[in-house]
């Protein structure tokens, strides 16, 4: 584990503990953070919060980074100048397997964001948003139906 990294389980049940890697010298599991959301092994960048609401699945090799770096000023860019947004993970949403959701994005509810795909601006509620960077192609209904995919 690199330098400054450290590793944290959360789960409702300890048979369903699962590894999220994070960045904060801290990590907590937010106490709050309602049982049915599920994550298999993901990286968080979190030195701004992240916030997963209810029923979020969050699939293998996920990123939720939220740091920023500029771009065109490289001066500060060399004395490892960043700064934090946070990440918003909306009710019944899921982001697939390689999913990388970029600082002070928004999923919205009830979406999905498709394998290997990188958010990097707000996603709507209902939406399946696929690519890199993702768009959305396609709307849900709010309710869902059986075989959606």
Known sequence: MASGT???T???DDDDCV?????SSTPQP??????ETTCCTAFFMDDAPIKLESNVRVGPGASLVTALQP???HARRRQGWERAAPIVI???????AAVTVGAGVTIGRNSV??????????????????????R???LTSPEGSPGDR
């Open 6 to 8: 450290s590793m944290m």
């Open 10 to 12: 959360t789960s409702a």
């Open 19 to 23: 590894p999220i890697w994070s960045t």
């Open 30 to 35: 937010d106490p709050t953070a309602p049982a």
């Open 71 to 73: 771009v065109d000023d």
């Open 90 to 96: 909306g009710e019944d949403s899921w982001l697939a």
């Open 113 to 134: 964001i498709g394998a290997g795909s990188v958010a990097l601006s707000d996603i709507p509620d209902n939406a399946v948003a696929v690519g890199a960077p993702a």
């Open 136 to 138: 959305v192609v396609r």
